[in-house]
């Protein structure tokens, strides 16, 4: 033990003997995918039906496994070099075998997008799975959050829509000397007094007995889903938080606008109708 050299700690010996199990990984996926891409030649020319006997008498695989190696050609055959940052590196060069099988549940869109942010090559398998999982749920919690904010503003066209409807009618309705008596009575203790606009609305003349408490239970519905929306929005901005602070803060205020908008339209509801303007 004393022959040995001076700088030749148990630090530095577990740091070579961690690269060389890296560097045999990443061996690893660029064998696999030179396997996979025989594979495929291979599957073309077998005849159908044969396949997986081929891969049982031939190569010892399953058709799973195949597949999985297929996969992996199709997927990263193209994208992969020799790892030197040359004209053709890529984020996926410096991958290993695990690694790349299971970033294989992201679409390619997202991949290399998701190995930059998330510094992949350097996390375990376990780090690479919980990162994963956390992108799997933010992407959940923003299609609720979209839903939600989508059912928000269809609910506001339709209560703008239903409000322009409600003027145009009190509208046609005094200029065809549709008055209530009431408002008959006000003009003629002073004619140049402005009578109340006569009340409109979408229902019918006769409304259904059972109307109220359908709207009653739309009303519940609607409440619930700008809660769980509310709720998703929250989470989101959390998650951004440690992502991105800037955008973080850019969304929250797009969220707040949206908000207060919310808040101030509902503050009085049905909005106070303005008096029509007699002329005498």
């Known amino acids: 033990m004393s022959d040995l050299p001076a700088d030749r700690t148990p630090l530095v010996i577990a740091a070579e003997i961690n690269m060389i199990t890296h560097q045999t990984k990443k061996i690893l996926l660029t064998s696999a995918i030179e396997i996979g891409r ?78 930059a942010e998330n510094d992949v090559p350097g996390m375990s398998k376990e780090e690479l799975q919980q990162a994963l999982r956390e992108k799997n749920q933010a992407q959940q919690e923003n299609k609720v959050l979209k839903k939600g904010m989508e059912t928000i503003d269809s609910a506001i066209t ?42 409109t609305h979408n229902l019918p003349s006769e409304p259904d ?29 959390t998650n951004l938080t440690y992502l991105d602070p800037g955008l973080k803060e850019e969304k929250r205020k797009e969220a707040q606008k949206l908000i207060d908008s919310l808040a101030e339209t509902i503050k009085e509801w049905p909005p106070a109708k303005k008096p029509l303007k007699v002329i005498p």
């Open 38 to 115: 025989r594979l495929t030649e291979a599957k073309a020319l077998v005849k159908h039906g044969e396949w997986g006997k081929w891969l049982e008498k031939s190569v010892s695989y399953s058709q799973k496994t195949a597949g999985r190696l297929i996969k992996l050609y199709e997927e990263y055959g193209s994208r992969l070099s020799d790892g030197t940052g040359g004209p053709n590196w890529t984020p996926v060069s410096n991958l290993t075998y695990t690694q790349a099988l299971l970033l294989l549940r992201l679409p390619e869109e997202e991949r290399e997008e998701f190995i």
């Open 158 to 199: 339709e209560l703008k829509k239903e409000r322009v409807q409600e003027v145009s009618a009190g509208g046609a309705a005094a200029s065809n000397g549709e008055i209530s008596a009431a408002a008959k009575v006000s003009l003629a203790g002073n004619p140049l007094s402005e009578p109340p606009a006569s009340f």
């Open 209 to 237: 007995p059972g109307a109220a408490a359908r709207y009653a239970e739309r009303c519940d519905a609607c409440r619930k889903t700008i809660a769980d929306a509310f709720y998703a929005l929250t989470t989101a901005l």
